[in-house]
């Protein structure tokens, strides 16, 4: 049983940064991957990136390669998507989720994941 709980959303002018974390609890396996999702009204889930435990896997969406950075600290246990040049398109409730069979890919649909947070809402607005 694992536990997620995402935190550092906001409102940011386009332009800014905001930095999400992941915080995770319980027990894992020793390789699975942690990915963020990002939701908008009215549109499906869609992957934007993630990370795999030994940080062997890392990948992003097109649309945010160059702007957002995923990174984890394994000593806190905590994954963290930097999100850099923020657009209005960024907009939406960003999700992470735990893969615990480790074979997620950045296309992989949500209903892979065994896990997730409860979200927490980007707004990228003037």
């Known amino acids: 049983q694992l536990q997620l709980v995402e935190s550092g959303g906001g409102l940011v002018q386009p332009g800014g940064s905001l930095r999400l974390s992941c915080a995770v609890s319980?027990?894992?396996?020793?390789?699975?991957?942690i990915g963020w999702f990002r939701q908008a009204p009215g549109k499906e889930r869609e992957g934007v990136s993630y990370?795999?435990?030994?940080?062997?896997?890392?990948n992003y969406a097109d649309s945010v390669k160059g702007r957002f950075t995923i990174s984890r600290d394994n000593a806190k246990n905590i994954v963290y998507l930097q999100m850099n040049s923020l657009k209005p398109e960024d907009t939406g409730v960003y999700y992470c989720a735990a893969d615990l069979s480790g074979i997620a890919t950045i296309t992989s649909p949500p209903g892979l994941y065994d896990y997730w947070g409860q979200g927490t809402q980007v707004t990228v607005s003037s």
């Open positions: 990370i795999s435990s030994s940080d062997v896997s890392i």
């Open positions: 319980g027990i894992t396996p020793d390789y699975y991957i």
